[in-house]
Every structure is written in C-alpha cells, then in structure tokens.
C-alpha cells in the first residue's frame, strides 16, 4: 500500500516555462500528477509528410506523448559531419509533435539498438585507438559525451524542454545496458555512474530515466521494458522515484526466415492494465507505428518492414482491433486517474487466480481493478458484496467500484482488413534495362593482405558487400576440386574465373544456417549467423581467379564488446589445400553501388543493355520506370519475383529484400515493400534493382495498400451497440454478412448459428449502405422481436468499404 500524500518529489528546476518533476506516485507535469500513455513512433522509419498524420492518429488513440530514439549513426556517418535533413529532421519531427498539443520522450542513448545498424552508433567509433564500447573507458565516454551534449544543446537552442516551454518532458540515457553490464566486471558499474552523472550535469530540466537499469543512481529512474511489465517489473530501486514502463512490445521482432508472430489486442491491454493497477504511471507502447527500415538502417537479419503489427500499420493505417482497444483503455482509465493517483492502494484475494487492486480516497471515492489469472476459465467473484464475472486472463476496470466500464479480454472495437490492390505491372521486357555486375579479378584489386580480414571492418557499413579474391595455379588438366568456405555471415557467393558456381534455378531455403551445393551460395540466419559453403568446382590448368562475395544483411545491434563483432570469411580450402593464410585482393562493395548507378545522375555511367540480351546471371543490375497510382493510398512494391538484393525508387533506398530465404511454412518473410507517397513523382518513377540471384523483374507489381472492409462481431453482454467504420474518405458499399443471434466463428470465418434474426441484413443494409460509419443497438426490437429468448445474443457484421 502506498499514499501520495508521503511522497517525497524530486523537483527539476524550471525555466522560463513549465516544471517536470517525480515522485514515487508519477511523473508531475506543471505540478500535476499524471498518469501518460505514450507511443514510440521514430522519425527515420517514416517521412516528415507522414508525421502529422502519425501523430493526429495517435493523439486520437488517446496518447499523451511520443516516444523517439536519437540515432548516431544517422546523424553523425561521418566524425564531425552531422546531417538533420529530411528524415533526420529531429526537430521538425519534435516540432509537429508539440503543435498536436502531445508531448515528447527523447531517447539519446546513444547506443540504442532498436533493431537498428549497429545499435546506433556510427562505425568510426570503431577505428578510435583504444576504444571499449558502452565502458567506463574515456575514449568512449568522450565521444559518448560529446554527441549527447550535442543533441541537448540543440533542444535547448529551440526550446524544445519542457522547462522551456517545449514539448520534451523525460529524457533516456544509455539503453538496456544491465543486460550486459557484468561482462565488463568493475568498469559496468562505474560507467552507468559515470553516465548518469553526465546526463544530470547537462542540465536539460526534465528527469532522466534509465531502461532495464535496476542500479540506475538517483535522480535517474530505473525503468522496465518487455511484454508484462506488469508481472516481472521489481519496481522503482528507489521509494521516491515512479514506475515507468518505457517498453510494452507491441508485437515481436521479425526477421528473415522466422513467420510474423502476432499479440493480441486482449493481451497488450491486460498488462496495461495490471501495471496501471500496481501503481504504475507511465505506459509506452513499442512501437505505436514501427515504419521502414529503409536503405541499409536494419540491423542483423531484421526485416526491411518494421513492427507492421503495432497499432498504426507500417503505411500508416489503423489496425483494428488493436488501436480502438487500446483507445477505449486508455479513456477508461483517464476517467479516474485522479483517483488513481490520490488515493490509497489497497489489493484483496477474491480466489485462487483472481485479486482486487482497490483505489480508496478520502472522499469516499473508489476506483477497482479486478484481475483474473488464470489462462483458461472465467471466474465468478463477489466483490463489495457484488457478483461480477471475470472472463479468462483478463482485467475488468470499475471507477466508481461499481459498474465495469472496461474489460481487457472483451473487444468492442471493429476489425478491419488490409487489402492490396494492384495497380500495374511491371512485366513488359520491352521497359526493363539490366546491366551485369562487373566480377573482380585478384590483379585488379588495390587492397591486399596476407590473410582474410573481417568484413565489418573493411567495408565499415558503406555497402553490404566484401569480394575476397585470390588465384591458384593447376598444373594439370581440368580437375573437379572441392571448394571449402566457413563464414561468420551472413550470406556468401562462389566465382570461379568469373563464372557463379551455380544452376539457374531460385532455391527456397529453409530458416536454418544453409548451404546449398547447386546454387554456388550459403548464409546463415538470425539465430546462427555462421555457415560453411563446400562446392564442387572446376579448375583450369595454369592460374584460376577465385571470387568469394561476402554480403552482411545489417551489422549487429546488441550485445557486449559491440566493436569486436566480426562477420565474412575465415577459412577457405580447395581440396584440402588451405588458403586462409595466402595472399587475398579485396574489394569493397560493387562497382554499381560505387558509381550510384540507382539514381539519375548516375544511371549513365555504365551502359544498360535490353533486358533478356545475354543469358541470365545473378548479380545484375536492373531498371525500369512506373507511374503513380492515382490517389493518395500507401503504394507498395511486391518483390515476390525476385531472390535476394537491394531496390531504389528515384534514388531512394527502400530496403533489402530476401524472398528466397522461407520461412517454416516455405514463404519469405516480406514479399511488399513501402514506397512513401513523398518518394514518387506523377510519372517516370525509376526503379533499380541489384539481384544477388536470379530473380524475375518481370513479376514485380506496384500496388496500393487501403482498408476495403471492417467487420464488428460484440456480445450485448459486452455492450450495447456496434459501430462500423470506414476509413476516411470511404463508404460502407455492401453488407457481406450479417447475423443478430447466435453466429458461428469469427470475423476471418463464419456462418449463421441456430439463433438468427432473418431480417438482420435488411435492417444493417438499410442503417450502413452508403455511409462512412453506422451505429446499432444491440436490441430486439431494432431487429423485429428477440429470435431466441433466455439466450444472450452477439451482432456480426462483415462489411465492404468503397471510395465514395
């Protein structure tokens, strides 16, 4: 139990504007307590024309503030040249924010994996003499501190803290640095001191808080990340400080070779809840819109599309039902949060799995949360001498510690469905021009080394690709010979004389560590990144050129001593001759990427030959041009021709693409990839594609990507009425199923149960067609008399939305 009343606040001075301060009930804004709910939405995986839509739809998802990472490596590419223009624009981004009224939680780090390259930070932190990353070691700590310094003074000289006047109200040093905070023995604790001290000495007037960090020194608060917060969170380390979740996963992290894994509306909001219920004042969901990892941004084996589960979709939309529970919890629980926040905690037992958390205030009045744990059956408790019943695994929200406003595991929001609808295809021959990569020989290399040197060093995340080469001499005629190469990752390509060693087929590769003898190629996967290629091949007699082109897909992100990483080759043997210890050439990267041959300056600069001129090979260079798609719907490319590589529209990365590397259920992870509206012009888009196999262009399509139906299936014992909605700009067009009774299944599969009201199309038909949105009373007499009597009765509807 805990009263407000004897907390003791730690108050951050103010100037010039209003006051953010804590104590160990919640974040006070202005001398307010407040419980938030905040959404991550990061300015690089989006545009700045998506921004205000972004952030209008997640104020009108009832949050409070955004939550962004800073990204280094973004920034600052280069040692001293910063970039914060177009998608960098952190200012413009925090600046949209605070004009929709919502505030802002600025996540320097620096480091701050995120799924990101690198975990963020720039890869010339690599070449620093005498670096340790993430350490309590100066040479990090200087470039560490100066960065930050950087970021603040830049808020501060836009007024952008809230003791300025501006939006920001917490600020993050260091990212989940306890994970890995014992691998460093006595320099773990002393950097997070170190790092909270220089964070406090910046002066921002807003608190500091440290994620996953239980030893995070005063005033930092220590904060949790994870699914259920609300279960593991071992609370503040500090009776004065408020509990903060700064991480509620949306969804789960998609890579390459792993199916898309899904969380429920229900669940996200059951710990919400819970956590609320334990006291907890501050909720942020990760992500609220996870975006585009566009260009080279993902990290190790991360999907170009990020986060596409999350409340607003990777394009944009809503996704229902997720958004609208979420909304309804949030206003739900607003609506007592001065009870909530004043009055006294008390918890009671009211079964096995189920427990009161009771908010008693002196004025007698009382807000409930009554918590069901157990997984697989409802329960029926009294509670003040009510009966209430608690459906499986759910949290039930009563503000005045009466009536149920909300109940986690009842949905009363609509589903809807994302549809892609095609808009042309690219498979006219006659549009598309290829160009064949160019495969070095060991003689036209200038890098040599008498050993095989780490990739992620060499190519210091200019480009994904490494060639290694060298040259063996064959005193005899032709000879078969086993060609033998251990990687570190992730992906690997066999020449010999300039010949890929492979067949001309597309080879769907399970999510397992592979190598295939047929393709001449191998990689790995997220979860074992290492991998051996053995290939028959055939050498000539006299000198053979061997070329090995090792491709990262993202550097790593996570874990300790990050500048010790190491990726490509490390051994190589030719029938049982080793040649790890020999004299390589090197190449970094391709000749294409080199003369920016994907943008319009550079498509010149080599000479593009009529599609299908020469016989196919992989590692070629395609290009064409496409219109718009009239309208202002999202526009996606699908890729689900072609093997594995890299696309640009108009000079803009739009990602990696790997449709070969299947999942369990023999699909790739990704087949659409985003083009934002603000990357296109009306007509003569170009298109360029480097294939790493032997991808078709032909089967590319451009579609669009909108909302074309919304189905609502609700009980009248979880409310009274239905809404259906189409989204703005549409209109309910057809009515394609409906039922008032007892329907069968759900909204992806059903069908009319025992109980059915017969006039329950009419009736939908007649109060939807033709409108954006519809209401209608879960009663009887709306439908022409109760079909089954005593029986408690459900409405589903299924219904088509169309442009006006």
């Not at 229900?266 to 334990?278: E, G, P």
């Not at 595991?409 to 609509?414: C, D, I, P, Y």
Request: glycine fraction near 8%; proline fraction near 5%; aromatic fraction near 10%.
């Amino acid at each position: 139990m805990r009263n407000s009343a004897n907390y003791t606040s730690a108050a951050i001075p103010a100037k010039n504007g209003g006051g953010v301060s804590y104590d160990g009930r919640s974040v006070t804004i202005n001398g307010q307590h407040r419980i938030l709910f905040s959404g991550s939405i990061h300015y690089p995986r989006s545009t700045p024309q998506m921004w205000p839509s972004l952030i209008s739809k997640a104020k009108e998802g009832g949050l409070d503030v955004i939550q962004t990472y800073v990204f280094w490596n973004l920034h600052e590419p280069r040692q001293g040249q910063f970039d914060f223009s177009g998608r960098a624009d952190i200012v413009r981004f925090i600046k949209e924010i605070h004009a929709q009224g919502l505030y802002v939680t600025l996540r320097i780090g620096p480091f701050i994996e995120s799924e990101w390259t690198y975990g963020g930070l720039p890869f010339w932190l690599h070449d620093v003499p005498g670096i340790v990353f993430r350490s309590d070691n100066q040479p990090f700590k200087d470039h560490m501190q100066k960065f930050a310094a950087k970021i603040v003074s830049m808020m501060k000289s836009e007024n952008l803290y809230a003791s300025q006047g501006g939006p920001i109200i917490l600020s993050q040093i260091e990212n989940e640095y306890q994970t890995i905070e014992s691998d460093f023995g006595d320099k773990g604790p002393s950097y997070v001191r170190w790092a909270a001290a220089m964070a406090v000495r910046l002066q921002t007037g807003v608190p500091w808080l440290m994620c996953k960090q239980d030893d995070a020194p005063d005033p930092v608060i220590n904060t949790c990340n994870g699914y259920r917060c609300g279960q593991t969170f071992k609370g503040p380390n500090s009776p004065n400080k408020p509990s903060v979740w700064t991480e509620n996963w949306t969804s789960f992290l998609q890579v390459y070779g792993n199916e898309t894994k899904k969380r429920s509306a229900q669940d996200i909001a059951f710990h919400v809840a819970l956590f609320i219920a334990k006291n907890g004042s501050y909720v942020n969901y990760y992500m609220y819109h996870g975006g585009t990892n566009f260009g080279r941004t993902a990290a190790a084996f991360v999907t170009t599309s990020y986060y596409d589960e999350a409340p607003i979709d990777e394009y944009g939309l809503i996704r229902q039902p997720k958004w609208g529970h979420l909304k309804e919890l949030h206003a739900t629980i607003k609506s007592c949060s001065q009870t909530l926040l004043t009055a006294v905690q008390q918890t009671f037992s009211l079964g096995q799995h189920q427990k009161a958390y009771v908010f008693q205030g002196k004025s007698k009045e009382c807000t409930a949360f009554l918590v069901n744990r157990n997984r697989t059956h409802a329960a029926r408790v009294k509670f003040q001498n009510t009966s209430y019943i608690l459906p499986r695994w759910s949290v039930s929200i009563l503000p005045d510690c009466k009536s149920v406003a909300f109940n986690t595991a009842k949905l009363r929001v609509q589903r809807n469905t994302r549809s892609m609808i095609l808009s042309q295809k690219l498979n006219s021959t006659d549009k598309w021009k290829e160009y064949k990569e160019t495969i070095p020989e060991f003689d036209n290399t200038s890098i040599r080394a008498d050993t095989l040197l780490d990739h992620l060093n060499m190519t210091k995340d200019t480009s994904d690709y490494l060639w290694y080469t060298f040259r063996s001499s064959l005193n005899t005629s032709n000879a078969r010979s086993m060609l033998n190469v251990h990687s570190h990752g992730h992906v690997l390509y066999a020449y010999v004389n300039g010949v890929h060693q492979g067949n001309n087929t597309i080879l769907h590769l399970p999510s397992v560590s592979i190598q295939d003898s047929h393709l001449g190629s191998a990689h790995g996967s997220h979860g074992n990144r290492t991998f051996t290629l053995e290939k028959p091949v055939i050498l000539h007699k006299g000198p053979n050129n061997i070329a090995l082109l090792s491709a990262t897909v993202g550097f790593p992100d996570s874990g300790a001593f990050l500048e010790r990483k190491v990726a490509g080759i490390r051994k190589v043997s030719i029938q049982h001759n080793d040649f790890t210890n020999y004299l390589w050439g090197y190449q970094v990267g391709l000749l294409g990427e080199k003369l920016e041959i994907y943008t319009d300056n550079g498509l010149n600069r080599i000479q593009w030959k009529k599609f299908g001129s020469s016989s196919r090979r992989p590692l070629t260079w395609y290009k064409t041009s496409f219109d718009a798609p009239e309208g202002s719907d999202p526009v996606v490319l699908n890729l689900g021709s072609m093997g594995k590589g890299q696309a640009w529209v108009n000079g803009q990365g739009i990602g990696r693409y790997w449709m070969s590397f299947h999942t369990p259920k023999a699909r790739p992870s990704q087949t659409r990839y985003h083009i934002p509206r603000s990357f296109l012009k009306r007509t003569g888009n170009l298109l360029v594609l480097l294939e790493e196999e032997m991808g078709y262009p032909t089967g590319i399509t451009v579609n669009t990507v909108s909302i074309t139906k919304v189905c609502h299936y609700v009980s009248e014992s979880h409310a009274s009425a239905a809404q259906i909605s189409c989204p703005q700009n549409q209109k309910i067009s057809q009515i394609l199923f409906a039922s008032f009774g007892t329907p069968l299944g759900d909204c992806k599969s059903y069908t009319i149960g025992n109980c059915h009201s017969p006039n329950s199309r009419a009736i939908i038909e007649k109060a939807c067609l033709g409108r954006e949105d519809c209401n209608i009373n879960l009663s009887k007499h709306i439908f022409g008399g109760d079909p089954c009597p005593g029986i408690t009765k459900s409405l589903l509807v299924d219904a088509r939305c169309s442009r006006h």
